[in-house]
């Protein structure tokens, strides 16, 4: 009985690992392709590896400025993304007041709200606060699109946690905001790290909104630079891949160093009676 | 508690001035032009609920796309859901492969839709394309199936790009594991409960509120999947992978019809909103 | 501690995110009435990988030099068409497109209807010079009554390119009758060919030039109905005969991978030795040059010919519109004098230059050096010379709707599952839900 399970567990994560890995190592081989090469074969290199992808995704795409526009809104907007939500999610789990379930099912309102029917009011309301083409409009609209996921996972994490040791701290004579800085949000870290990731994550990778609240090429961000190797009738398959691998390794480092946040985070643990 | 109000009111605040300011805003710019006829270039004018009644009585297309998604949904909320929850069970133990499983498992979430989008399109070509050479391969005859725009295959196939990539949902449900008391699983191994009765009985009961979580995102991702059905079949063929989000954006950007598009949107938050609270219903998650 | 540490990163978060915002703020204030050049904007799609990348930076360039310290041209770049298509649609919704933009895919005609589009015609009118630049063919072919919206940007002679080898093989010429154009599909197939690359993906390009084609050769009628702008019906005969045609060469004269290809799996094909036929433009053409895109034993061994009872794809792109009505005066002044440097001589030269792009006029004219150095255009220029039926293509004449239900039900047609009858009626039907 063990056995079977063992085996069918590993057959499970073979299975997992083929299905996950496939895709990446595709692009990765492919930024070193031709568009013949890309379109004619799926594996092998009949053409010898082409590092020219790499140097023209560089040439043809503002690559630096748009790492740069990234790097700033994804950062920003994590940190406003956390900091907002962490505090009401806290505030929508643990205290009791009458309007409590209506915001809850408000913001819940936000996971369903469909992006393409946000496009033309969201650039209506960022042209009229002067936020349009702007980083800063970009941040915004970043941390709240994040919102729901963000709100959810919080929500669930501080559910799990007991409030034993808030009780304790308010019995000392800490303040509201004290125990939720110092009791709570130490014990929240592993929360933070996932809903971190993902908000980095929806900023780094966002094309739509990114494309549609900007103009010009200094306030724009590096999903766009993908797009310009895809044009209808010539497109440089190639390039466009090279550029894929190197919007993505930045965010596979981002999520390789927080993940050794939730293990520390496991460690810390042992807070679920 | 005079002094707790002023606190709720301090930590709310924030929110929903960002909620407001994205989402409220533009909630109410739907809600009011889905009651009118707009086309992109003309001001809208009122048309109360011809908009509605067209949607629901004439549109085959829309009453599609909403089917499709619905099926989309219910397929999420099982299937990719339990596949995250199972790895996440899998590797809960430390051992030497769990860090290298949790990353490879998000990689497909980090790929930008765009690359995958052309992925797919290359993988399941009917030509070149991987899955059918290696079909061939194995079968040693000159299989060739269209995937993507194959009327019976089209569905399966376009599912297929995301139904398995729960890397999410796994590191959801890891994360809340690592808050489990290691004491309540000691104490369990010393009555004799075996790694299974451990893992069925205590943890995973443990585990509702973050498997709920995952599920309503899980099945609210579907309400917003575009990019992916753009690339691969565009809602082809004839509709048969059409879902709502693909038939708003068309209608808007397409068809230049933004009364009726913003109409679905209305309709769609609706749905989700019923769908969220199913959900949260379903995994008791307004309980302590 | 920790709680300090936290404090002083959101602080600094909180401070950084400020001080976006003021920068963001500075950038705000343009400078319109000051002593500064006057500001424009203009989007373009023609970056990144786009065949006329270059000749548009270049034409830009040229334009910010000579009027250095007057005019000044905001580019928004706008990558991929459907990008580009997205955008203009959600801004002409708010009434704020940019001064130039390019008209293409319907864009022009919602800056007509939200009252931003400017009549060209007493401008054009008013500048003689300028006027025959642009050339009669192209005003008349963007007219809609008196005024006109748009200046063209290129005209467009659109045959099919055959591999010569294939068609020795299977020992047959360009065909003349369409009858021939099916039998010598047979004879490609019989010789171990697949005869044409087609695609249902995107806008199914090369599919919809060749059912141009058969439509536009048709008779009267079906030329006629291939030079209406915007028809209302797809009911008619040459049209459901046309589609006939095209379902049988989807089901059996086409590369297997057609039913849902992009365009550029369709020109792979052809570029790969694994199709004879593919219809497309001119703009192809520096592909068959590139080794990494074509096979280097096929470049000599490429022909371009007119479709079968000669006919051709001849027309104006849709072009630039100017949309500053209700705008500053001085912008719109600007915006003129950079509409007409765009749709002038000079940028026409570099466009066909660094791009192929056919000129409007003979006034600029194609050197010999140009035609010996691209073959293929010269041909197809002396092919255009004595065609018998020109018009339009359907991407030109068919609203977006009906675009999107050619690539929704060709995968039916094709498998026979629809018939050519019945796909008319869903034009029709898709015809009209552009709005």
Known sequence: MKIVRKVTAGIFLIFIVCISIVPFLWVLSSSFKGNAEIMSSAIGFSGGLRFDNYIKAFQMAPMVTFYKNSIIVAVLSTILNLLVFSMAAYVLVRCKFRLNGIITMLFSAALVIPGAALLQPLYQTLNTAHLYDTLTGLIIVYAALGMPTTLYIMMSYYKTISSTLEEAAYIDGAGFFQTFARIVLPLTRPAFATAGVLQFLLCWNEFQFALTLTTGTEQRTLPIALYYFKSAFASDYGAMFAATVLVTLPSIVVFVLMQKQVISGLAAGAVKE | MKRQKKWIAIFLAPALALFGFVFLISIIRLGITSFTDWTIGTSPTFAGLDNYIYLITEDKEFRQSIVNTLIWIVLQATIHVSIGTILALIIRRQKWYTNFMRSVFMIPNIISSAALGMLFLCIMNPEFGMVNQIIRAVTKSDFSKNWFMGVDTAFFTVTMTWLPYAGLVTILVMAEMASISEGVLEAARVDGATDFQIDTRIVLPMMRNIIGTSTVLAATSMLQKLDIIMMTTNGGPAGKTMNMPLYLYRTALTNNNYGLANTQGVILILMGLIIVALVRGIYRMDKE | ?435
């Open chain 3, 1 to 435: 501690m920790k709680f300090k540490k936290l404090t002083t990163l959101l602080l600094a978060g909180c401070m950084t995110v400020s001080l976006v915002a003021c920068g963001g703020e500075k950038k705000e204030g343009k400078d319109v009435s000051g002593d500064g050049p006057v500001e424009i904007s203009y989007a373009t799609f023609m970056v990144g990988t786009h065949q006329s990348a270059e000749a548009e930076m270049k034409v830009i360039e040229e334009f910010n030099k000579e009027y250095e310290g007057k005019i000044k041209v905001n580019v928004e770049e706008l990558p991929s068409d459907s990008a580009y298509v997205d955008k203009m649609k959600t801004l002409a919704a708010s009434n704020a497109l940019p001064d130039v933009i390019i008209g293409k895919e319907g864009v022009r005609e919602l800056a007509v209807k939200n009252g931003q589009a400017v009549d060209l015609m007493p401008y054009l009118d008013a500048d003689e010079e300028w006027k025959e630049e642009v050339g009669e063919g192209a005003i008349e072919a963007n007219q809609d009554g008196e005024a006109l919206y748009s200046v063209s940007n290129q005209k467009q002679i659109i045959g099919y390119f055959y591999n010569k080898e294939m068609f020795e093989d299977a020992n047959i010429k360009p065909a003349e009758t369409w009858e021939e154009f099916m039998s010598n599909n047979q004879k490609l197939k019989d010789a171990g060919h697949p005869a044409l690359a087609l695609m249902t993906g995107e806008n199914c390009w090369t599919t919809n030039l060749l059912l141009a084609a058969m439509i536009g050769t048709d008779g009267e009628s079906g030329n006629e109905f291939m030079t209406t702008f915007h028809p209302d019906s797809y009911e008619n005969e040459s049209v459901v005969k046309g589609l006939g045609m095209i379902q049988e060469c989807l089901a059996n004269y086409s590369t297997n991978d057609a039913i849902g290809a992009l365009a550029a799996n369709a020109m792979n094909n052809f570029e790969q030795g694994k199709a004879a036929i593919i219809a497309n433009g001119l703009w192809m053409t520096p592909d068959f040059e590139d080794a990494s895109k074509t096979l280097p034993e096929l470049k000599d061994k490429i022909g371009v010919a007119a479709y079968p009872e000669g006919g051709l794809i001849e027309q104006y792109e849709v072009g630039y519109v100017l949309c500053t009505n209700n705008k500053d005066k001085e912008v719109q002044d600007a915006a003129l004098e950079f509409f007409k440097f765009k749709t002038g001589k000079e940028s026409q030269a570099v466009f066909l230059e660094d791009a192929g792009v056919l000129p409007l006029t003979d006034l600029v004219e194609l050197s010999d050096e140009y035609k010996a150095a691209n073959p293929l255009t010269a041909e197809m220029l002396e092919l255009s010379a004595s065609n018998k039926w020109d018009f339009n293509n359907i991407d030109n004449t068919a609203v977006a709707s009906t675009i999107e239900a050619f690539a929704a039900y060709y995968p039916d047609l094709a498998a026979g599952s629809m018939t050519p009858d019945e796909m008319a009626v869903k034009l029709t039907e898709a015809a009209a839900k552009t709005q």
